[in-house]
Nanobody
C-alpha cells in the first residue's frame, strides 16, 4: 500500500518560513519524480516544485523561484519543501505527489496559512 504523508504545515506570518516534509512508503522512492502541488480556495491545483529521482534536476513555478527549495533524502524516503519569504498568496493546501510513468500517487495535504 502506497502512502505519502505530509507534515510541517501551519500558520506563519508574512516573511516567515516553513519546511514541509513528505514521508513515503510502499514505493521504490528513488525511482519516482517527487513534486509539491498546492491548491488555494477557488483555484486549481498547481505545481509548486518537482525533483527527479536522483535529485539532480529541480523545477519551480515562477511564483516561488528564489524563495522555495525542494530536496529529497532517498535514504529516508522523504521529500522536503523549504519555504522562505512566505507571502499571503502562498496560502493553500500543499500536496505531495509521486510520479513514474502513468503511476501517480498523492498525499492527503497539509494546510499552509500565511497571515498576520
Amino acid at each position: 500500500q502506497v502512502q505519502l504523508v505530509e507534515s510541517g504545515g501551519g500558520l506563519v506570518q508574512p516573511g516567515g518560513s516553513l519546511r514541509l516534509s513528505c514521508a513515503s512508503s510502499g514505493i521504490t522512492f528513488s525511482m519516482y519524480i517527487m513534486g509539491w502541488y498546492r491548491q488555494a480556495p477557488g483555484k486549481q491545483r498547481e505545481l509548486v516544485a518537482s525533483i527527479t529521482g536522483s535529485g539532480f534536476t529541480t523545477n519551480y513555478a515562477d511564483s516561488v523561484k528564489g524563495r522555495f527549495t525542494i530536496s529529497r533524502d532517498n535514504a529516508k524516503n522523504t521529500v522536503y519543501l523549504q519555504m522562505n519569504s512566505l507571502k499571503p498568496d502562498d496560502t493553500a493546501v500543499y500536496y505531495c505527489n509521486a510520479r513514474i510513468g502513468s503511476k501517480v500517487y498523492w498525499g492527503q495535504g497539509t494546510q499552509v496559512t500565511v497571515s498576520s
